[in-house]
């Protein structure tokens, strides 16, 4: 009876233990959204005789670094290219297809499409997916389960514990 009174004193301070933990600490979490209403800038690379440059490699420079890329990646089976500018100017988006062939190209932004970023954009679920639990709801889901594991351990133990008086 003292160990079962000892558990529930101690209750109270394993249940204080999570609330101090970290926020978030899903190290492998992901997610996405569909930024709608972004302003984004397409270009197309393409040969003199109008075959898109497919899987080039592509950097694109923000007006603020012109040493470090802003964003790298690949053009895609039609040689298009699609990246969303942070800041209005004059962006260079450099592209190589590792063959010789290189091609560069200067895009103004205008303020009037940065201004139009909204900073906390519509985001839609994923279809199939399931939003995140919640901090409350993962403590009280791993407090229930540490409770009905100890729960579990004291009775199992009080029957083995009655089964060895009565059997004397």
């Known amino acids: 009876m003292k160990r079962l009174a000892m558990f529930f004193l101690l209750c109270p301070l394993l249940a204080g233990i999570p609330i101090g933990l970290p926020k978030d600490v899903g190290a492998h979490g992901t997610g996405h959204r569909l930024l709608k209403h972004e302003p984004v800038v397409a270009v197309e690379f393409h040969y003199s005789d109008d075959t898109p440059m497919r899987y080039a490699e592509v950097m694109v420079f923000s007006p603020r670094d012109l040493k470090v890329e802003h964003q790298n990646g690949r053009t895609d089976r039609n040689g298009k290219f699609v990246f969303c500018p942070d800041v209005p100017g004059k962006w260079l988006i450099k592209v190589n297809d590792g063959m010789g062939h290189e091609e560069k190209a200067v895009m103004e932004v205008g303020p009037e499409a940065i201004a139009g970023q909204s900073e ?3 985001t839609h679920p994923a279809s199939g997916g399931s939003e995140p639990l919640s901090k409350a709801l993962k403590i009280i889901a791993g407090l229930s389960l540490i409770m009905n ?8 133990k009080r029957r083995s514990a009655s089964a060895k008086t009565s059997s004397q």
């Open 120 to 122: 906390n954009p519509r």
């Open 149 to 156: 594991v100890s729960f579990a351990g004291y009775f199992v």
